[in-house]
């Protein structure tokens, strides 16, 4: 079974505070993808990854940051988190034109 | 760029009836079409999808239609079930990225005993 785990499942953070996601998969998928997910607007794209160090931004990337060194890591990076970044983060992996596999999921809240 | 509308986004349905959620998409391009499941608390996960050389697949009580000239698909679910109850998205490929989705805003089912 694919395998998609990520760093935590709540997070607290102050404003202005850096804030690490991260996401890890155990089945050699070479794309990776982060999203948010907030009530009634599904599953947005922040950035996605079709392969290690390479980063495409996706629909909403504005105030995020992401960072993929090895193939099984993708990390979300927000910078200097804002109030209006509270939502759920999700990462997914996938290998070329198939479904997506979804990670728990790290509700964020920033204070 | 592909844009994915889904409705309704509520449905409630008595336990052991049929329910529909339909989704339109605006790109001809896209050729993968897959719906996801999101229980409460839970990730979302592929229950049913369908590639655009196919109008119809069914697994058990799920189906999926889809009509390339009107650019919308369709999820039935028959006899439904408690377990049922959850979040469903749909979801488009887009052209240029394939392995990449828009997905539509979901539609929370809830199955009544």
């Known amino acids: 079974d694919v395998k998609v785990t990520q760093s935590s499942r709540y997070l607290v953070k102050r404003t202005g505070e850096k804030v690490f996601l991260e996401c890890v998969q155990d089945m050699d998928h070479e794309n990776m993808f982060w999203y948010r997910q907030d009530p009634g607007l599904g599953l947005r794209l922040i950035y996605f990854?079709?392969?290690?160090?390479?980063?495409e931004k996706g629909d909403i990337p504005e105030g995020y940051s992401v960072s993929r060194e090895k193939k099984e890591r993708f990390s979300l990076i927000l910078e200097s988190a804002s109030t209006n970044q509270t939502s759920m983060y999700l990462c997914?992996?996938?290998?070329?034109?198939?479904?997506?596999?979804f990670g728990p999921g790290t509700r964020l809240t920033v204070l | 760029g592909e844009n994915v509308e889904q409705h309704p986004s509520t449905l409630s349905v008595q336990e052991g009836d049929s329910a529909v959620i339909k989704c339109t998409y605006s790109d001809s391009a896209s050729n993968y079409f897959p719906w996801y499941k999101q229980e409460l608390g839970k990730r979302p996960q592929l229950i049913i999808d369908?590639?655009?050389?196919?109008g119809e697949k069914k697994d058990q009580r799920i189906a999926v239609t889809l009509n390339k000239t009107a650019k919308h698909f369709s999820l039935h679910i028959t006899e439904t079930q408690p377990e049922d109850s959850a979040v469903y998205f749909c979801?488009?490929?887009?052209?240029?990225?394939?392995?990449?989705?828009?997905f539509g805003p979901g539609t929370r089912l809830s199955v009544l005993p």
């Open positions: 990854s079709y392969d290690v160090k390479m980063k």
């Open positions: 997914a992996s996938s290998l070329q034109g198939t479904e997506q596999f």
């Open positions: 979801a488009a490929s887009l052209p240029n990225y394939g392995q990449n989705f828009v």
């Open positions: 369908i590639r655009s050389n196919v």
